[in-house]
């Protein structure tokens, strides 16, 4: 049987207590790790061969594996394998050997994914320091993991929506009996649809090409005119079914220099994220001006703001604020746009606006 940690939380990132487990077929040296790593606050189990350890592990996946490399046997290199194997990519794993007699070793250990190594005879603050830092990045990994697996969830039921959405209206679409006016109503609902469903679709493609570091903007000058009228002329009518006043302050004919699609689609994310957060009856405004050498863009609502506790980590990948939580949705949106603006050598912020909610603002050079 296969067990697995709790689900981290952030809180647990600065407990640099953890569950440790010491492989070495030398009972003296595995006494001398345990005492230490004990005194020092660690949960510690120890083994004497690959096999024994396995079991172990199986028993209750640790956090920190101490694993000596040349063992009878299962040798550390292959239980370093196996601890790969496992769902999850294993726990940390700090090879322990003797650098001068064993370089292949530790050839071989970092090839196969060792997190580091220590060389015999080991300093003892230099092996507090390694389980430390070895705990917090392996809590750090399955936190991140764990919010891509939320993100996934949360993209698929944001898809479900529309889909399920489709099927009805082609079932409408069936009937026979409906007037021209119907049917031309029936169709834009089908096109806004597929729109938001793409816009879902684009998002996950830009945050796995700014995550893979390929992420790239061909900045030129255009007129704000370009790409902000298409997008005022798709969103129009989703704020109309919304009950929402969407409005447009500043200079269609202001020029920036942007790459206009990248630009349009951060734009895009902080519209919808907005009339998303807007209670019927409300306003949203998207303003452009320049001041000095930038130009700005400012996405301002009357909903109900980002607490100041979650403005710090509101652009974060995989990050969602209480209200977004709420609302649904994957959460990339905001950190898309952060992106985006950096790419273009700009900055994104947020602030309470002058109309009392949230008010995003990109700010460009040139």
Same mark, same amino acid.
């Given at each position: 049987?296969?067990?697995?940690?709790?689900?981290?939380?952030?809180?647990?990132?600065?407990?640099?207590?953890?569950?440790?487990?010491?492989?070495?077929?030398?009972?003296?040296?595995?006494?001398?790790?345990?005492?230490?790593?004990?005194?020092?606050?660690?949960?510690?189990? !120890?083994?004497?061969?690959?096999?024994?350890?396995?079991?172990?592990?199986?028993?209750?996946?640790?956090?920190?594996?101490?694993?000596?490399?040349?063992?009878?046997?299962?040798?550390?290199?292959?239980?370093?394998?196996?601890?790969?194997?496992?769902?999850?990519?294993?726990?940390?794993?700090?090879?322990?050997?003797?650098?001068?007699?064993?370089?292949?070793?530790?050839?071989?250990?970092?090839?196969?994914?060792?997190?580091?190594?220590?060389?015999?005879?080991?300093?003892?603050?230099?092996?507090?320091?390694?389980?430390?830092?070895?705990?917090?990045?392996?809590?750090?990994?399955?936190?991140?993991?764990?919010?891509?697996?939320?993100?996934?969830?949360?993209?698929?039921?944001?898809?479900?929506?529309?889909?399920?959405?489709?099927?009805?209206?082609?079932?409408?679409?069936?009937?026979?009996?409906?007037?021209?006016?119907?049917?031309?109503?029936?169709?834009?609902?089908?096109?806004?649809?597929? !729109?938001?469903?793409?816009?879902?679709?684009?998002?996950?493609?830009?945050?796995?090409?700014?995550?893979?570091?390929?992420?790239?903007?061909?900045?030129?000058?255009?007129?704000?005119?370009?790409?902000?009228?298409?997008?005022?002329?798709?969103?129009?009518?989703?704020?109309?079914?919304?009950?929402?006043?969407?409005?447009?302050?500043?200079?269609?004919?202001?020029?920036?220099?942007?790459?206009?699609?990248?630009?349009?689609?951060?734009?895009?994310?902080?519209?919808?994220?907005?009339?998303?957060?807007?209670?019927?009856?409300?306003?949203?405004?998207?303003?452009?001006?320049?001041?000095?050498?930038?130009?700005?863009?400012?996405?301002?609502?009357?909903?109900?703001?980002?607490?100041?506790?979650?403005?710090?980590?509101?652009?974060?990948?995989?990050?969602?604020?209480?209200?977004?939580?709420?609302?649904?949705?994957?959460?990339?949106?905001?950190?898309?746009?952060?992106?985006?603006?950096?790419?273009?050598?700009?900055?994104?912020?947020?602030?309470?606006?002058?109309?009392?909610?949230?008010?995003?603002?990109?700010?460009?050079?040139?």
């Amino acid at each position: 049987m296969t067990t697995t940690h709790d689900r981290p939380s952030l809180s647990t990132l600065g407990d640099s207590s953890g569950d440790v487990l010491i492989v070495d077929d030398y009972p003296d040296a595995v006494a001398l790790y345990e005492a230490l790593l004990a005194d020092d606050g660690h949960r510690v189990r !120890t083994a004497q061969s690959g096999v024994e350890a396995l079991k172990l592990v199986d028993e209750r996946e640790p956090e920190v594996v101490l694993l000596d490399v040349s063992m009878p046997g299962l040798d550390g290199v292959e239980v370093l394998k196996r601890l790969r194997g496992r769902r999850g990519g294993g726990p940390a794993v700090l090879m322990l050997t003797a650098a001068r007699r064993e370089p292949h070793a530790i050839e071989a250990g970092l090839k196969e994914g060792a997190d580091a190594y220590l060389t015999k005879p080991i300093d003892s603050r230099e092996l507090l320091a390694r389980v430390r830092a070895a705990v917090e990045t392996f809590r750090l990994r399955r936190l991140l993991e764990s919010q891509r697996r939320d993100h996934i969830a949360m993209l698929v039921h944001d898809l479900r929506h529309p889909l399920s959405s489709l099927g009805l209206i082609a079932e409408v679409l069936d009937n026979e009996d409906l007037s021209a006016t119907e049917r031309h109503a029936t169709v834009q609902q089908i096109r806004g649809m597929c !729109t938001e469903m793409a816009r879902l679709v684009d998002g996950v493609l830009a945050a796995s090409r700014l995550e893979a570091g390929m992420f790239s903007v061909e900045p030129r000058l255009v007129k704000v005119r370009s790409f902000v009228e298409p997008m005022l002329k798709v969103f129009t009518p989703v704020a109309a079914r919304r009950r929402v006043a969407l409005e447009f302050d500043g200079s269609l004919d202001l020029e920036v220099r942007a790459d206009p699609q990248k630009l349009r689609q951060a734009l895009d994310n902080l519209i919808a994220n907005a009339l998303k957060f807007t209670p019927r009856g409300g306003r949203v405004r998207l303003r452009v001006w320049r001041e000095g050498d930038r130009a700005n863009f400012e996405i301002a609502d009357t909903g109900p703001g980002i607490p100041e506790a979650e403005r710090p980590t509101v652009f974060d990948r995989y990050q969602q604020g209480s209200r977004g939580r709420a609302a649904g949705g994957a959460g990339l949106g905001l950190a898309i746009a952060r992106g985006i603006a950096e790419a273009h050598g700009g900055t994104i912020s947020v602030a309470t606006g002058d109309l009392g909610g949230a008010a995003f603002r990109i700010a460009l050079p040139g």
